[in-house]
């Protein structure tokens, strides 16, 4: 008898921590109601490069365009070289578990980079996430990343983690 309440209450024990774990945090939600009120991408990773190049990004972006706002940072180590840039984001789009943020880049040490738009996407895929990005050399400012726009999930994550949250308004029609 008493072996099986031991065992009752670690299997309760056991629900218990399995629905919290699996509830996550409440990120981008309305408080108390586990629904988001707004689509989010936040997290930083390290890239995978297998020639050691050190390649990182953060985000940390909220709200449905236009009212898009947040932040954003990359940073390129590799032999001989070193690159930053850091920006506001001025559009998030989610739709299911991929991410597409633009953003303005604000501070760089990259020359002919600062003031211009840049184009990132996300595929939040538990510990195996994906990013893209758009941009490049362009010291004309020819190429203009319009808003809303990058390109396809090329890299893969090596340590670290994004989290993108769908949310689109009542009465969208989506979602």
């Not at 789009?93 to 633009?102: D, F, M, S």
């Not at 994906?130 to 808003?147: N, T």
Request: with cysteine.
């Amino acid at each position: 008898m008493k072996r099986s309440r031991e065992l009752a209450a670690v299997g309760a024990a056991m629900v218990l921590a399995t629905t919290l774990v699996a509830a996550g945090p409440a990120s981008g939600t309305e408080e108390g109601k586990g629904k988001p009120s707004e689509p989010s991408l936040v997290g930083s990773a390290k890239m995978l490069r297998e020639d050691g190049q050190d390649v990182r990004f953060a985000f940390d972006a909220h709200g449905l365009f236009p009212e898009s706002k947040g932040t954003f940072r990359v940073s390129h180590a590799g032999e001989g070289f070193s690159a930053y840039f850091r920006g506001r984001i001025d559009c998030l789009v989610v739709g299911g578990p991929v991410a597409v943020v633009t953003g303005i880049v604000e501070d760089t040490n990259v020359p002919g980079l600062k003031d211009r738009r840049v184009g990132m996407t996300v595929y939040d895929n538990g510990r195996h996430d994906r990013l893209g990005y758009s941009w490049g050399p362009d010291p004309g400012h020819e190429r203009i990343v319009p808003p809303c726009l990058s390109s396809a999930t090329f890299e893969r994550v090596e340590s670290g983690d994004f989290k993108a949250v769908e949310w689109f308004p009542s009465g969208s029609g989506i979602g």
